[in-house]
């Protein structure tokens, strides 16, 4: 019975055929729109979330206090407040995972016929650990070359690559600043940060022998910040807390002073931009999800035409002895067939639409078999739903009436 009904429902959309495509476009757009805005917007996502892994987990960030020179106010870092003895001490504190003070600067890095301009971390072996940065090849440097200030340096991916090329740089010597200096190892890959800043765009060395040996500093032992790792994400409001009473107390600052440093929680600051990236993806999808609204009035626009023009035709059927429920069923599964090819069609295009912006564009796109699926679920049931009424209203016409409809 319900096989015969969809054969006599495929040939009366046949006969229509341009009717039937526009009625279909409104699916087709629908669905292409809903799979193609997803894609983009879990790209997105996915992008962000990959820069907060990269950055590390549970961290935060202690920068030195401000200076006044002349009635002018300097900027945070400007006050060599912070100490390697503050990094070792805080690395102490209970729930405290790694603590790492770093001296940062810009210099000239030079092999061969190569040179390179890049950013130089001075830090400690626990840097490492602290921003779960794993090394692609040879080894790092360790307690021994910080209290010996050895010329040593752990290198990242694109100074590698412009520096070295294809040649393995373990165990070769470069030059920084005329100094020479051996490369222990190479860092695994980051990739961009949040702010977009490559951060396979840096050369690690020991902390002391970038005060001593390479920049200098007005004050021995002082460093810019220091990063601190939790044990885990419950625990970061107690090290929080922890971490300013114990530079207070070391600081000697007086009780109603202002802090002479500043505590910065890094993952509270990733955690909202990955739920900026979330609502963005969400609301792409529900925009995406009006065409779809759209394509359902359609049809039942195109449904209820179709009704008046065949009243006739439902008024024999009834008289030869077809019940309300066979007329109701046989113009819901009309509709059924409208939506679901629409829905075919809509997702061979949301699907092609996002792989060519990928080609074109190089932005990063995620198609989940969980969008298709929820983007064809909801497309059938907007078709169904919007079916439905022209289906009762063909099924509660009269025989006596329809017959006589001209």
């Known amino acids: 019975m319900t096989a015969a009904m969809l054969a006599e429902a495929w040939v009366a959309m046949g006969a229509n055929r341009l009717r039937t495509f526009l009625t279909m476009l409104?699916?087709?757009?629908?669905?292409?729109?809903?799979?193609?805005?997803?894609?983009?917007?879990?790209?997105?996502?996915?992008?962000?979330?990959?820069?907060?892994?990269?950055?590390?987990?549970?961290?935060?960030?202690?920068?030195?206090?401000?200076?006044?020179?002349?009635?002018?106010?300097?900027?945070?870092?400007?006050?060599?407040?912070?100490?390697?003895?503050?990094?070792?001490?805080?690395?102490?504190?209970?729930?405290?995972?790694?603590?790492?003070?770093?001296?940062?600067?810009?210099?000239?890095?030079?092999?061969?016929?190569?040179?390179?301009?890049?950013?130089?971390?001075?830090?400690?072996?626990?840097?490492?650990?602290?921003?779960?940065?794993?090394?692609a090849a040879g080894f790092p440097f360790t307690d021994s070359d910080i209290r010996s200030a050895t010329r040593v340096a752990l290198l990242g991916k694109t100074v590698v690559t412009n520096l070295f090329g294809d040649e393995d740089p373990v165990g070769k010597t470069l030059r920084i600043k005329n100094s020479p200096y051996m490369v222990l190892g190479v860092l695994a890959a980051k990739g961009q940060s949040l702010d977009g800043r490559d951060q396979d765009d840096t050369v690690i060395i020991p902390v002391t022998t970038a005060q001593r040996k390479l920049f200098g500093t007005r004050f021995v032992g002082t460093v810019r910040f220091i990063m601190v790792q939790a044990d885990s994400a419950d625990a970061m409001p107690a090290v929080e807390r922890s971490i300013n009473q114990l530079l207070r107390q070391r600081h000697r600052l007086r009780e109603g002073a202002d802090d002479d440093f500043s505590v910065r929680n890094l993952t509270a600051l990733a955690n909202t931009a990955a739920e900026t990236a979330q609502v963005m993806s969400l609301m792409l999808g529900a925009i995406a999800s009006v065409s779809l609204l759209v394509g359902g009035i359609g049809i039942m626009n195109i449904m209820l035409v179709s009704v008046t023009e065949r009243t006739r035709e439902i008024g024999i059927r009834m008289a030869i002895g077809a019940r309300g429920k066979d007329i109701l069923l046989q113009f819901l599964l009309e509709a059924i067939i409208i939506s679901v090819i629409g829905c075919l069609i809509g997702v061979v295009l949301g699907v092609g639409g996002a792989l060519t912006v990928n080609q074109l564009s190089g932005m990063t796109i995620v198609i989940t078999p969980e969008s298709i699926v929820m983007a064809f679920a909801v497309a059938a049931a907007v078709g169904i739903f919007f079916g439905w009424y022209p289906a009762r209203k063909a099924a509660a016409m009269k025989p006596i009436d329809a017959l006589r409809y001209q």
Do not use: C, H
């Open 26 to 135: 409104g699916m087709v757009i629908g669905v292409g729109a809903v799979i193609l805005m997803l894609a983009i917007g879990q790209g997105a996502q996915q992008q962000v979330e990959a820069s907060i892994a990269s950055m590390g987990s549970n961290l935060f960030i202690i920068l030195s206090g401000s200076t006044t020179s002349g009635g002018l106010r300097m900027g945070g870092g400007a006050a060599p407040t912070l100490t390697l003895a503050d990094a070792q001490a805080i690395g102490e504190l209970p729930s405290v995972a790694a603590a790492a003070p770093s001296s940062p600067g810009t210099a000239q890095l030079v092999y061969g016929p190569n040179n390179w301009s890049t950013q130089i971390m001075g830090t400690t072996p626990s840097f490492l650990a602290v921003r779960d940065w794993k090394l």
